[in-house]
């Protein structure tokens, strides 16, 4: 068969190539020169995840490659061999990818990814589990032409897939304008050998989320198969070591389908399609990955790809909020008959008549009747108006409430965007996420600047009745807790306990959400387990919270002490915003987190902690936590509280602000404890801090030993 002699072809080639530049390395600059990718925790993930084998110098790499070139490439022509030979080519790429990272290099220049770093791989975690991205295509070659690719590309990219792009299809994509980059879920990651980084991108999430063990080759591939729901679109002439290559996909599981004919095709493995408008379509089914069409009926693309894109203020059309102007959003629970469902109402001027560069007031009202809607979702509801908009190619919206900033840039209002097109956006994303509780919306838009002075009181009022309630919410004033398993996907031993004083280690579900989400979803991730009998109430440890996590960790975690770090700590999956470890010498606790790359006082990056706690398993004096936790009044009070901590990076100081002095203050820290915090610009090492907190008098060196 034409595929199995191409895979076998390939496979020699590219083991031979990998073999060539390899020597060649190691003549140029020895056996003894170290080889990693940057800013990860598992080395080279291929041959991390497969065999396992310790490589630390390009040296190791030699006996690496002729044992996988014995074992797996075989001549006679069979799909199963042609899978092998598809293994020892992901080896070759690896191999040969690898050595363009020696002695520090950075070979990848603009507008080319290369290898995506494991903070990049841990930031999509929560979007892929709760299928925001519900899948992902890898489109390698050259489209038949740059129109209809760049289509291809942005109607999957419409569906929520992430997309991985090698060779010309980039630059294809690059001319039509269609927004890659990580920022747009969609990476650009090289030329020829560069595929490889969506193949250690995948391999990595069974190492960091699956908590599977470097080396179980089965089981890898097995997480691959079952959880990570990719496929390859080949697109244009093929050759002999793409063959290779993309039975390198299929052997982890991947389908693949090409836009070129195949003389004899593997139904559901290797298919032809030359259709562009039906090859996305087809791929995705072949990979059995189901998506939820919501029709909005609005001009612009809509999907979570655009949610991290940016409009600068020269580029926006007009802009709202942000300090420049009066904004509010606000959701709200009203009685049926205050609702007329799909009703948009725009009191103030249209974007037409609004001059280009101009700043408009703006409030978003949204009013929701719905049997099963209470209250308490009404915040929950309101933060997602964020997601909404900014899922909008062109819109652009960052903060909430009174302080929300909006852009809607100039090409979504020369696409044909109105203000109006706000109001049809929120009502189908509301109706379509939220069908269990919601059954009627309407929204109304204030973009006049007398009306909003007026509507903004209502909204100013809610804010501060639900703050009032939330204050209350402690963990002590609730008998019920929730569980978040939404993560188990990808990592199948992990449970979350939310608490209202503790968010979810992803940051994304708070107490409020989970319960909500329950409401939406009775038997969904999201299950209500009343506390029970208390175990210990210092370290929070109860009977029904244990049972639950028994049970549902796999039988893998018996006891979880909630207010602690040192004893039986929550687990992780991986997709922590933030990672706790303590500091001996200090007698206290660090905190680094996804954002900042550097290095921290225990002697390890954000990554390779991350790669230390993960996958389901408790890890003593380590943690990962959102970033929220860190103000909560239950942040780790059986280790002494906030006052424990005594690094953190800059980044994160400023990102908690005021919010870290008030901790401080009702902690009986005082107002200027922030300072008391050491911070990169201090140092890196436990050395060089403590004399800081010696001369600040950190309450953590007057605590009891840590250990
Ligand atoms: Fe995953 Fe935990 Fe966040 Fe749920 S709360 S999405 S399990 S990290
Ligand atoms: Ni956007
Ligand atoms: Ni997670």
């Known amino acids: 068969m034409e595929l199995f002699k191409g895979a076998y072809e390939g496979a020699v080639t590219a083991t031979s190539y990998a073999e060539i530049l390899l020597a060649k390395a190691i003549k140029e600059y020895g056996a003894d020169t170290p080889v990693k990718y940057p800013d990860t925790a598992y080395r080279l993930p291929v041959i991390t995840a497969l065999s396992g084998e310790e490589v630390n110098t390009i040296g190791d790499l030699a006996p690496i490659l002729n044992r996988i070139r014995t074992t797996n490439i075989k001549e006679e022509l069979t799909f199963e061999n042609a899978k092998l030979n598809g293994e020892a080519t992901l080896y070759a790429a690896e191999i040969i990818e690898a050595l363009r990272y020696l002695n520090g290099a950075k070979p990848d220049k603009y507008p080319y990814t290369g290898f995506l770093s494991d903070p990049i791989l841990r930031k999509f975690g929560v979007p892929l589990v709760d299928q925001t991205i519900p899948g992902v295509a890898v489109i390698i070659g050259k489209g038949k032409d740059s129109k209809s690719t760049a289509k291809l590309v942005k109607d999957l990219q419409a569906k929520g897939i992430m997309i991985m792009l090698a060779n010309e299809v980039i630059e294809q994509c690059i001319e039509e304008g269609v927004k890659i980059g990580v920022d747009f879920i969609t990476f650009p990651l090289g030329n020829f050998t560069q595929v490889i980084h969506a193949v250690n991108f995948a391999f990595r999430a069974g190492l960091a989320f699956g908590g599977i063990p ?47 004919p195949v003389a004899e095709e593997i139904p559901d493995w290797y298919q032809s399609e030359p259709d562009y408008e039906k090859i996305g379509k087809l791929g995705l089914e072949m990979r059995g990955i189901k998506i939820k069409i919501v029709d909005i009926p609005v001009p612009i693309t809509i999907g979570p790809a655009f949610e991290g894109e940016t409009i600068r203020k020269k580029d926006a059309w007009v802009e709202f909020g942000g300090g420049r102007s009066t904004s509010f959003e606000l959701v709200r629970m009203c009685d049926a008959d205050q609702v007329e469902d799909g009703k948009i109402e725009v009191i103030g001027p249209e974007i037409d008549e609004m001059p280009e560069g101009s700043v408009f007031p703006l409030g978003i009202m949204v009013d929701i009747y719905g049997r099963k809607m209470q209250e308490d979702f009404e915040g929950v509801l309101e933060r997602r108006v964020h997601y909404f908009i900014n899922y909008g190619e062109g819109l652009w919206h960052v903060a909430q409430r009174n302080m929300m900033w909006v852009r809607i840039g100039k090409n979504a209002k020369a696409a044909g965007f109105k203000i109006k097109d706000l109001g049809e956006i929120l009502i189908a994303k509301y109706k379509s996420d939220y069908p269990a509780i919601v059954d009627r919306v309407q929204v109304t838009i204030i973009t006049d600047k007398d009306v909003i002075e007026d509507k903004i009181k209502i909204a100013l009022e809610k804010y501060a009745a639900r703050d009032a309630r939330l204050k209350g919410l402690t963990d002590e004033s609730v008998e019920t807790y929730y569980s978040c398993t939404l993560c188990q996907s990808f990592a199948p031993n992990h449970v979350c306990i939310v608490s209202p004083e503790r968010v979810g280690l992803c940051g994304a579900v708070s107490w409020l959400d989970a319960k909500a989400s329950n409401e939406i979803t009775p038997t969904g991730p999201n299950q209500p387990i009343e506390k029970g009998e208390c175990m210990d109430p210092v370290k929070g440890s109860w009977k029904n919270l244990n049972d639950f996590i028994y049970t549902h960790s796999n039988r893998t975690v018996e006891n979880v002490n909630f207010y602690t770090i040192m004893d039986s700590p929550m687990t992780s999956c991986g997709c922590f915003e933030a990672i706790m470890a303590i500091l001996p010498l200090c007698n206290g606790i660090m905190i680094t987190t996804r954002e900042h790359g550097g290095e921290t006082p225990c002697g390890m990056t954000f990554s390779a902690l991350a790669g230390t706690c993960g996958g389901g398993v408790q890890t003593p004096g380590f943690m990962g936590i959102g970033r929220r936790y860190i103000t909560s009044s239950k942040f780790i009070p059986a280790d002494g509280g906030l006052g424990r901590i005594v690094w953190m990076p800059k980044e994160l100081k400023e990102y908690l602000g005021q919010d870290l002095v008030d901790a401080a203050v009702r902690a009986g820290l005082g107002a200027d404890f922030i300072d008391k915090i050491a911070d990169e610009t201090v140092g890196t090492t436990e050395d060089e801090i403590l004399p800081f907190l010696e001369e600040k008098q950190h309450p953590a060196l007057q605590m009891d030993p840590l250990m």
């Open 214 to 260: 470097a080396g179980q080759r089965e089981r890898a591939l097995e997480y691959q198969a079952k959880r990570v729901l990719a496929f390859v679109i080949q697109l244009g002439p093929n050759d002999i070591v793409k063959f290779a290559a993309e039975f390198g996909a299929i052997f982890m599981g991947f389908p693949v389908v090409t836009d070129q």
